[in-house]
């Protein structure tokens, strides 16, 4: 299971770090994905990490502004959202997926319920 938290109502200009927790013993099998959706959108992809943190992408949208990390020994993965924008505002899902290469599709094996951030202008 993942539980993501760490939403909110924020500014423009704000940052929010989003975490999400996993459940079970084999969390550094999996690689790690954030995606968003907005309101009327497909769910698109934010960033994504390797099984040990050394492969990280992200989407052209995003990158120079969040950046994605992850503590295997806390089972969680992290999501740093600095100089936030409106056109962030999306529900914010973490996912998994039990590979060795990391993936910027929405083809994840398990999903977290999302976290809502809102960014106000």
């Known amino acids: 299971q993942l539980q993501a938290s760490g939403g909110g109502l924020v500014q423009a200009g704000d940052s929010l770090r989003l975490s999400c927790a996993a459940s079970?013993?084999?969390?550094?099998?999996?690689?790690m994905g954030w995606f968003r959706q907005a309101p009327g959108k497909e769910r698109e992809f934010v960033a994504a990490?390797?099984?040990?943190?050394?492969?990280?992408y992200y989407a052209d949208s995003v990158k120079g502004r969040f950046t994605v990390s992850r503590n295997n020994a806390r089972n969680t993965v992290y999501l740093q959202m600095n100089s936030l924008k409106p056109e962030d505002t999306a529900v914010y899902y973490c996912?998994?997926?039990?590979?060795?290469?990391?993936?910027?599709?929405?083809?994840?094996?398990?999903w977290g319920q999302g976290t809502q951030v809102t960014v106000s202008s």
């Open positions: 996912a998994a997926r039990a590979s060795m290469v990391v993936i910027t599709t929405v083809n994840y094996d398990y």
């Open positions: 990490i390797g099984r040990i943190g050394g492969d990280r």
């Open positions: 079970g013993r084999t969390f550094s099998s999996y690689i």
